[in-house]
Antibody
Framework: QVQLQESGPGLVKPLETLSLTCTVS????????WSWIRQPPGKGLEWIGN???????NYNPSLKSRVSMSVDTSKNHFSLKLTSVTAADTAVYYC???????????????WGQGTLVTVSS | QSVLTQPPSASGTPGQRVTISCSGS????????VNWYQQLPGTAPKLLIY???QRPSGVPDQFSGSKSGTSASLAISGLQSEDEADYYC???????????FGGGTKLTVL
């Protein structure tokens, strides 16, 4: 079965760039969309964006100016970069496989275990 | 402020049936399907219901989902202590061109 694992620094300084990678095992990264979702401590879930193996991306409009995603099919992983971070970007960051049947019909499954990123000097 | 509206909390006693509501608009729930995720304490969210009322393999039939107009509901019957968790609804939003979540409902089993 497919498993996802996030990796990257747990501490990022303000105004620097947050970089995370999600490695997919037990399946291929082809033919699916792959999403990043975050959850600030004690708060709800926020979708950051997604990427297809072709490199097509969709980003949350509220983060679009600071977000970029990429995919490396040879390594079976995809990545997130978030620039100019502030304390408000402190959160657990999850990666998830996104199944889309048609526009408006899809879901996230499975999810990675999540990784806490703290923005602090 | 979440795009989808859920009650912040819900509760019930063992064996009881509880429902959690999720309210949206024509650009999300009204025109697209709804998913529900269960987040047990200290763990990642897990898909509970997809496409309004479908259960993934392994999810017991005590969980059921429904949708009407711009609202959706998650019902949990035969409540058990291990059902204590946060529950989130989600849907694609055509106006935002992205996924939106509810603020989450914390379910307590009394």
């Amino acid at each position: 079965q497919v498993q996802l694992q996030e990796s990257g620094p747990g501490l990022v300084k303000p105004l620097e760039t947050l970089s995370l990678t999600c490695t997919v095992s037990g399946g291929t990264i082809d033919t699916y969309y792959w999403s990043w979702i975050r959850q600030p401590p004690g708060k709800g879930l926020e979708w950051i964006g997604n990427i297809y193996n072709s490199g097509n991306t969709n980003y949350n409009p509220s983060l679009k100016s600071r977000v970029s995603m990429s995919v490396d099919t040879s390594k079976n992983h995809f990545s997130l970069k978030l620039t100019s971070v502030t304390a408000a970007d402190t959160a657990v960051y999850y990666c998830a496989r996104e199944t889309i049947l048609v526009r408006g019909v899809g879901w996230f499954d499975p999810w990675g275990q999540g990784t806490l990123v703290t923005v602090s000097s | 402020q979440s795009v989808l509206t859920q009650p912040p909390s819900a509760s019930g006693t063992p064996g009881q049936r509880v429902t959690i509501s999720c309210s949206g608009s024509s650009s999300n729930i009204g025109g697209n399907t709804v998913n529900w995720y269960q987040q047990l304490p200290g763990t990642a969210p897990k898909l509970l219901i997809y496409s309004n009322n479908q259960r993934p393999s392994g999810v017991p039939d005590q969980f059921s989902g429904s949708k009407s107009g711009t609202s959706a509901s998650l019902a949990i019957s035969g409540l058990q202590s291990e059902d204590e968790a946060d529950y989130y609804c989600a849907a694609w939003d055509d106006s935002l061109n992205g996924w939106v979540f509810g603020g989450g409902t914390k379910l307590t089993v009394l």
